[in-house]
Nanobody, 111 residues
Framework: QVQLVESGGGLVQPGGSLRLSCKASGFWIMSYTMRWYRQAAGKEREVVATVHPAGVTIYPESLRDRFTISRDNDKNLVFLQMDNLRTEDTAVYYC?????WGQGTRVTVSS
């Protein structure tokens, strides 16, 4: 079954860190461009990190100093390391491969 399953979300205080995981099944992530998106309440879904098959990573300028996308090809996992989190990072985070989406994992940044 081709699917993506995210995990690792939760409640964190401002300034804290979280690492999200995305487990892919039914295909090998090393062959695809993988992305993390997020959607905050009342806002459109936005891309926060991209990793291409060759390993090139791309971030929005506003996030490149705090977010890091990586892969474990052997375990077919994609990660999103988020540091120095801010309240505005609160959102549901989704793993993506083209038109395939996970169910999302919720991140809440609050004191």
């Amino acid at each position: 079954q081709v699917q993506l399953v995210e995990s690792g979300g939760g409640l964190v205080q401002p300034g804290g860190s979280l690492r999200l995981s995305c487990k892919a099944s039914g295909f090998w992530i090393m062959s695809y461009t993988m992305r993390w998106y997020r959607q905050a309440a009342g806002k459109e879904r936005e891309v926060v990190a991209t990793v291409h098959p060759a390993g090139v990573t791309i971030y929005p300028e506003s996030l490149r100093d705090r977010f890091t996308i990586s892969r474990d090809n052997d375990k077919n996992l994609v990660f999103l390391q988020m540091d120095n989190l801010r309240t505005e990072d609160t959102a549901v985070y989704y793993c993506n491969r083209h038109d395939l989406w996970g169910q999302g994992t919720r991140v809440t940044v609050s004191s």
